[in-house]
């Protein structure tokens, strides 16, 4: 899949089928978060892939925003040295496995920033990191209907030429789909 298709058509997914990711495909999406860049080069990042049922299902329970990990066939937490460009570094690299999975057609959801004080002890996470994300991964449940149908605002009102409020030349601002 295209990259730009990969954005225009990334969903949401909160619902996974009872299948496991490929080992393959697992590496990819771990080999893509590792592979962002990061300011200065600090790489202020740690990848935990949980595949294990049990450990799953304690993640979903102490999820109040994301009890949907506890059915994923894997997840993957994300936890940042304490650290002034950590939280935006690990931020691309979560978004590149969002990328990287959804071109092969494995869905996932961010869930974070809060309620995420029990996941140091569960996974033995040092005192002085700080867990950002929790990150699960499989097959989307449900097919993807209206796929890359999204409601969002349109170009005109969010990018401008040169200066804040100034249009973008037509040829730009055009608010349908771009086309690759």
């Known amino acids: 899949m295209e990259v730009f298709e990969a954005v225009r058509t990334v969903l ?4 996974f089928q009872d299948k496991a990711v490929p080992p393959a495909a697992v590496r990819r999406i771990i080999e893509a978060a590792r592979l962002t860049g ?3 080069n600090g790489q202020p990042w740690y990848f935990i892939l949980v595949q294990a049922g049990e450990t799953l299902r304690q993640l979903g329970a102490m999820l109040r925003t994301g009890p949907y990990v506890a059915q994923a066939a894997l997840a993957v937490v994300v936890v940042i040295d304490k650290t002034i460009y950590a939280e935006s570094d690990a931020s691309r690299a979560i978004q590149s496995m969002i990328l990287a999975a959804w071109s092969e057609g494995i869905g996932s959801n ?12 569960l996974l033995g996470i040092p005192d ?3 867990v950002l994300a929790i990150v699960p991964f499989g097959y989307p449940a ?6 890359g149908k ?6 005109s009102a969010v990018a401008f030429q040169e200066r804040f409020g100034n249009p973008l030349a037509a040829s730009q601002a055009g608010d349908g789909p771009a086309q690759p």
């Open 12 to 15: 949401a997914v909160r619902e």
């Open 150 to 155: 999204k409601k969002r605002k349109p170009l």
């Open 110 to 121: 961010w869930v974070g920033f809060y309620g995420l004080e029990g996941v140091k002890p």
């Open 128 to 130: 002085e990191k700080e």
């Open 142 to 147: 449900k097919a993807a209907i209206g796929k």
């Open 38 to 40: 990061s300011s200065m």
